[in-house]
C-alpha cells in the first residue's frame, strides 16, 4: 500500500503569509494527487486535482506542485477563510484505493 | 449540480450491521464516467475511504475493510448503499458520500455521524 506522510500537522500563520504544505508518498505516483480543504462541521472540498490544476471557482492564491512521491501545496497570501485543515489525497489504480494524508491544521496567528 | 445526501440511522449497536443511504440528485447515478465512494472520519481524526461503486456495479475497497464492506448501487432510486458489518466502538464515524472521475472526490454530502454504542 502507498503510504502519504504530511506535514506539518499544524501551522499558525499571519494573514497575508506565505503557507506550504508538503506531501511525501512512499512510491512514485505520477501526478495522481489531490489537495482538499475541510473547515470545521462541513465535508472536504477539492481545491487542487492531479497535482497542479485549480478546481473550477477556487482562488487563484491556492497553488499545488510536484510530481513523483514529493508534492507541495501553497497560499500565496493567507486570508481569514483559509483557516481550515487541508488534506492530500493519492489515487493507486492497482488496486484501485484512495490514501489520504494525515493533515494539516492551519490556523491564524 | 450534482449533490449528495446521506442517510440512515445515527445509532448502530455492536455487531450489527451499519447500513447507510447516499441519494443523489442534479443528475443520474448512471450517466457519465463517475465513482461513487463512500469515505469516513472519526471525531478529530483524518479520512478513510472505505470503497467505490460503478454505475456497472463493479466495486473497489478499502482492504483493512474489505472483508466487512459491501456497496451497492440502486440505478432506479438513484441512490447508493453501503453496509458495514460487525461493527465496534472504532466504527464510530462521520461516514460522507462521494463522487467524482477516477481521481478524487468532486461532490460530497454533508455526512452522517454513526455512533456504535449498546
Known amino acids: 500500500d502507498i503510504q502519504m506522510t504530511q506535514s506539518p500537522s499544524s501551522l499558525s500563520a499571519s494573514v497575508g503569509d506565505r503557507v506550504t504544505i508538503t506531501c511525501q508518498a512512499s512510491q512514485d505516483i505520477s501526478n495522481y494527487l489531490n489537495w482538499y480543504q475541510q473547515k470545521p462541521g462541513k465535508a472536504p472540498k477539492l481545491l487542487i486535482y492531479d497535482a497542479s490544476n485549480l478546481e473550477t471557482g477556487v482562488p487563484s492564491r491556492f497553488s499545488g506542485s510536484g510530481s513523483g512521491t514529493d508534492f507541495t501545496f501553497t497560499i500565496s497570501s493567507l486570508q481569514p477563510e483559509d483557516i481550515a485543515t487541508y488534506y492530500c489525497q493519492q489515487y493507486d489504480n492497482l488496486p484501485p484505493q484512495y490514501t489520504f494524508g494525515q493533515g494539516t491544521k492551519l490556523e491564524i496567528k | 449540480q450534482v449533490q449528495l445526501q446521506e442517510s440512515g440511522p445515527g445509532l448502530v449497536k455492536p455487531s450489527q450491521t451499519l447500513s447507510l443511504t447516499c441519494t443523489v440528485s442534479?443528475?443520474?447515478?448512471?450517466?457519465?464516467?463517475?465513482?461513487w465512494s463512500w469515505i469516513r472520519q472519526p471525531a478529530g481524526k483524518g479520512l478513510e475511504w472505505i470503497g467505490r461503486i460503478y454505475t456497472s456495479g463493479s466495486t473497489n475497497y478499502n482492504p483493512s475493510l474489505k472483508s466487512r464492506v459491501t456497496i451497492s448501487v440502486d440505478t432506479s432510486k438513484n441512490q447508493f448503499s453501503l453496509k458495514l458489518s460487525s461493527v465496534t466502538a472504532a466504527d464510530t464515524a462521520v461516514y460522507y458520500c462521494a463522487s467524482g472521475l477516477d481521481g478524487g472526490f468532486d461532490y460530497w454530502g454533508q455526512g452522517t455521524l454513526v455512533t456504535v454504542s449498546s
Open positions: 442534479g443528475g443520474s447515478i448512471s450517466s457519465g464516467s463517475y465513482y
